[in-house]
């Protein structure tokens, strides 16, 4: 039996089935922690109920939430179980008029008084400011306010990666990087049911769900979900090219439709990611910052994306001159070395002869000593030299 039905071919949309409802009320309704930073305490947040109290208190500020989505893995998680990956953070988009730049300070500041109401009994809250909450719980804040573009983020922290995030969105020109990630789950309806049915829900009773593929066609997008398949659209339009997160489904054993097709689109998410990423610390801020994001729990899995990252780079890299390129390479190869050494996986180097002197701009990676490259292999492995 399908896991979701569509009404017409080419539809966008598609109605859940019970199965799905039922894992989305599973992610809405379970108890997610949000930790707090030094003596805080570790909230107890349910994403129903968060979600339903943003939304009133910013229609109470006069910003009319237009409906209110589940996004990203998670989306993904409902609409097709065990896949292969687990979801990690709980995107959830509220779709909002943000005619000016001063409804991105209120909105924030509904987030974080929000907060309040979800810290334990007994903690003094009259002291607490908003800036104390955000320094405690926010692990990150995003504006973006351009003519094309209007949209904030504001990411609650979770130590084991599954984060709160919370996006605010009038306007965003690509809301998806590949088809697989491109769900959207329209919440409104769960949401009502919530506030105003007192039955449980069941297979005969339940509301009426609806989701969205950004990426067009609703059952394609599922078939490739459900078969691990990998496709875009113009990926010379996404930021940072998609390059990492296709290595990432690359890993976890998806596959492009098209093998021809994808050698050509590997050169324009190349090309891309060194545009918006030119500089070596760039790259390496990004490339830490989503290592870091995307695997946790996952930790053995590291190695071998940085190495599928490292073989797309070194085959579809055009556009950089050979010392930019070599630069990018060793970066990929020395993270690769880290990781391997946080999982005590590096043999015993201590007669190796160091031949190999990294780049200065290394020695931002906390790396003190040199590297030596053992080149009897296709791609370098890093060993520490004494």
């Not at 607490?128 to 609650?156: C, F, G, H, N």
């Not at 875009?232 to 990492?244: A, D, H, M, V, Y």
């Not at 998806?254 to 090309?271: I, Q």
């Not at 880290?338 to 201590?350: F, G, H, K, M, T």
Request: aromatic share 10%; charged share 25%.
């Amino acid at each position: 039996m399908a896991e979701a039905s569509s009404s017409s071919e080419s539809s966008s949309y598609s109605v859940l089935t019970w199965d799905q409802v039922s894992r989305l009320n599973e992610v809405l309704t379970e108890a997610v922690p949000v930790h707090g930073r030094g003596n805080f305490p570790t909230l107890e947040v349910r994403l129903k109920d968060i979600v339903q109290m943003v939304r009133n208190r910013l229609e109470q500020r006069d910003i009319k939430v237009k409906d209110i989505r589940l996004n990203g893995s998670t989306a993904s998680h409902v609409l097709v179980k065990d896949i292969g990956w687990s979801y990690k953070d709980l995107d959830i988009i509220f779709r909002v008029d943000l005619p000016q730049e001063a409804q991105f300070q209120l909105i924030k500041d509904v987030v974080l008084g929000t907060l309040l109401d979800f810290l334990p009994e007994g903690v003094n809250k009259e002291k607490i400011t908003p800036m104390t909450l955000k320094e405690a719980y926010v692990q990150k804040l995003v504006k973006v306010y351009t003519e094309q573009d209007r949209w904030s983020l504001i990411s609650l922290s979770n130590n084991n990666g599954r984060n709160v995030e919370l996006k605010f969105v009038d306007s965003i020109r690509r809301q998806f990087e590949f088809s697989v990630d491109s769900f959207q789950i329209i919440l409104d309806s769960l949401l009502s049911y919530y506030d105003f049915s007192e039955n449980p829900m069941s297979q005969h009773f339940h509301p009426t769900v609806v989701g969205e593929s950004m990426y067009g066609d609703f059952t394609v997008s599922l078939d490739h979900l459900r078969n691990k398949l990998i496709a875009t659209k113009r990926p010379e339009e996404i930021r940072g090219g998609g390059l990492l997160k296709y290595c990432n489904l690359l890993v976890r054993d998806f596959r492009p439709t098209d093998e021809e097709e994808f050698k050509a689109l590997e050169r324009y998410m190349c090309s891309r990611f060194f545009i918006d990423f030119p500089d070596i610390g760039e790259q390496q801020r990004k490339l830490e910052a989503y290592l870091q994001s995307h695997f946790v729990g996952e930790e053995k899995s590291k190695y071998d994306y940085l190495m599928i990252l490292r073989r797309v780079v070194n085959e579809s890299t055009v556009c950089l001159m050979g010392h930019e390129r070599r630069q990018t390479l060793n970066l990929i190869s020395l993270t690769a070395f880290r990781v391997l050494a946080e999982q005590n996986a590096i043999p015993d180097a201590s007669s190796v002869t160091c031949y190999y002197q990294p780049a200065p701009y290394v020695r931002d990676l906390n790396f003190s000593n040199y590297y030596v490259a053992s080149c009897n292999q296709s791609i370098p492995t890093w060993l520490p030299c004494n």
